[in-house]
C-alpha cells in the first residue's frame, strides 16, 4: 500500500508565494519519477512540472521561472515552490509518483488526493 499526501496549500494574493510538499509513504522500494499536476474548473488535468529520479527538471511553459520542483530521496518527497503567483493558476494541485513496491514488478503510477491553491486579491 503507498499513499501520497499533499500539503501547503491555501489562498494567497497575487505576487504572492506558496510552497507544496508531497510525501509519499508505504511498501516503497523506489520512487522513479515524480511530478505535480494541476486542474482548473472546466479543464482537463495538465502537468506542471516533473523531476526524474537523478534531479532532471521539466516544467509546463506557463510556470517556467517562476516555480522549482525539487525532491528529498531520503524522505520520499517532492516539492513545489509557486512564486510570482498569479489568478490563472488556480487550481487543485496533485502530486504524481511512479514507484516500485518490489524489485520484480514494474513501477505503477500513485497520486495524491491534491491540494487546493487559489490566487486572489
Known amino acids: 500500500q503507498v499513499r501520497l499526501v499533499e500539503s501547503g496549500g491555501g489562498l494567497v494574493q497575487p505576487g504572492g508565494s506558496l510552497r507544496l510538499s508531497c510525501a509519499s509513504s508505504g511498501s516503497i522500494v523506489r520512487i522513479n519519477a515524480m511530478a505535480w499536476y494541476r486542474q482548473a474548473p472546466g479543464k482537463q488535468r495538465e502537468l506542471v512540472a516533473g523531476i526524474s529520479s537523478g534531479g532532471i527538471t521539466n516544467y509546463a511553459d506557463s510556470v517556467k521561472g517562476r516555480f522549482t520542483i525539487s525532491r528529498d530521496n531520503a524522505k520520499n518527497t517532492v516539492y513545489l515552490q509557486l512564486n510570482s503567483l498569479k489568478p490563472e493558476d488556480t487550481a487543485v494541485y496533485y502530486c504524481?509518483?511512479?514507484?516500485?513496491?518490489?524489485?520484480?514488478?514494474?513501477?505503477?503510477?500513485?497520486w495524491g488526493q491534491g491540494t487546493q491553491v487559489t490566487v486572489s486579491s
Open positions: 504524481n509518483a511512479n514507484i516500485h513496491t518490489t524489485w520484480v514488478t514494474p513501477a505503477s503510477d500513485y
